[in-house]
């Protein structure tokens, strides 16, 4: 079994080989480093933007493999009124055999208020990513993307955002974002 966990950017050379085995902790772990990371992102006060809780489903490409289907969730945390949020996220991605759980910290910008029906938002992120594959296999890297996406309200709390991402691991991230904001 082979174990490996990188913050290096980008992927061996294709054609490496890995042996059968598991990398990374256990999807629970994985959870529970997201939640404190969310928790962690801003401390628990008042704030002029309501924080979001978002699902996430889409496609994910890597240069070197077959597109994958991807999963998730995050947490939003906005920093003061100006429409900048720090969020962290766990991102789950498996074609066959090959399975990558990211931990990732989002930094966010919002072009409009909250009270926008339609929000435009530019989003960067960083993170590690815990790899699994039963076959050949390059080592895992981290991840480290930019994109941009538009919430669309679809009620007072709820809204639903495509999004739209490129950079190193995945390679090109395309998602619909499921949100919720607790308190509007």
């Given at each position: 079994?082979?174990?490996?966990?990188?913050?290096?950017?980008?992927?061996?050379?294709?054609?490496?080989?890995?042996?059968?085995?598991?990398?990374?902790?256990?999807?629970?772990?994985?959870?529970?480093?997201?939640?404190?990371?969310?928790?962690?992102?801003?401390?628990?006060?008042?704030?002029?933007?309501?924080?979001?809780?978002?699902?996430?489903?889409?496609?994910?490409?890597?240069?070197?493999?077959?597109?994958?289907?991807?999963?998730?969730?995050?947490?939003?945390?906005?920093?003061?009124?100006?429409?900048?949020?720090?969020?962290?996220?766990?991102?789950?991605?498996?074609?066959?055999?090959?399975?990558d759980h990211m931990v990732i910290v989002n930094v966010v910008k919002d072009f409009r208020p909250p009270s926008q029906t339609v929000v435009p938002y530019m989003v960067m992120g960083a993170g590690l990513n815990f790899h699994r594959n039963l076959g050949p296999c390059p080592p895992s890297?981290?991840?480290?993307?930019?994109?941009?996406?538009?919430?669309?309200?679809?009620?007072?709390?709820?809204?639903?955002?495509?999004?739209?991402?490129?950079?190193?691991?995945?390679?090109?991230?395309?998602?619909?974002?499921?949100?919720?904001?607790?308190?509007?």
């Amino acid at each position: 079994m082979v174990n490996s966990i990188s913050l290096a950017a980008g992927r061996a050379r294709a054609g490496a080989t890995c042996a059968s085995g598991n990398a990374g902790p256990p999807r629970p772990i994985a959870g529970i480093v997201t939640l404190l990371l969310a928790l962690s992102a801003a401390p628990l006060g008042a704030q002029p933007r309501p924080a979001e809780v978002h699902a996430r489903f889409g496609t994910a490409t890597f240069f070197e493999a077959a597109q994958h289907v991807a999963a998730g969730a995050s947490y939003r945390h906005y920093v003061g009124a100006s429409g900048w949020a720090l969020e962290p996220e766990y991102s789950f991605m498996t074609e066959g055999s090959h399975q990558d759980h990211m931990v990732i910290v989002n930094v966010v910008k919002d072009f409009r208020p909250p009270s926008q029906t339609v929000v435009p938002y530019m989003v960067m992120g960083a993170g590690l990513n815990f790899h699994r594959n039963l076959g050949p296999c390059p080592p895992s890297p981290g991840g480290l993307g930019w994109g941009v996406g538009l919430k669309r309200r679809i009620g007072r709390r709820l809204f639903v955002a495509p999004e739209f991402r490129i950079g190193m691991e995945p390679n090109v991230r395309f998602s619909v974002r499921l949100g919720f904001a607790p308190r509007r």
